[in-house]
């Protein structure tokens, strides 16, 4: 059973951070966020607009796995989150679906 989380992440990096350190942090930003995106665990993130942020939706078995994705992510001291538990919605369609 999979618990969800909105998770807001506000990305500030140091103004005079070198640009290769700069450029090689994002891709190991990059690389890892796919990881987990691919594993289903990470299944939404967009761009918050106009700001050095995203606002991404997590799925997984426990706060210690959220705690341990989010802990792992190269950009994590560079970040502020607002993490939000979300609970199924009774409004929502999906729940009125038939089951196959
Ligand atoms: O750009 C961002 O929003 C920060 C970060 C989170 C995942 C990722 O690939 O980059």
Redesign the pocket.
């Known amino acids: 059973m999979s618990q969800h989380f909105a998770v807001r992440?506000d990305?500030a990096l140091p103004p005079d951070m070198d640009p290769a350190e700069r450029a090689a942090l994002l891709a190991r930003?990059?690389a890892y966020?796919q990881q987990w995106q691919r594993s289903g665990h990470w299944p939404h993130?967009w761009?918050c607009v106009g700001e050095y942020?995203?606002l991404s939706v997590f799925a997984v078995e426990s706060n210690a796995q959220l705690h341990e994705i989010l802990w792992g992510?190269p950009?994590f001291p560079y970040m502020t989150m607002t993490i939000t538990p979300l609970a199924a919605h009774p409004s929502d369609i999906a729940l009125d679906a038939p089951a196959p």
Request: glycine share 0%; proline share 0%; aromatic share 0%.
């Open positions: 992440m990305v930003e990059k966020s993130i761009r942020a995203n992510l950009l």
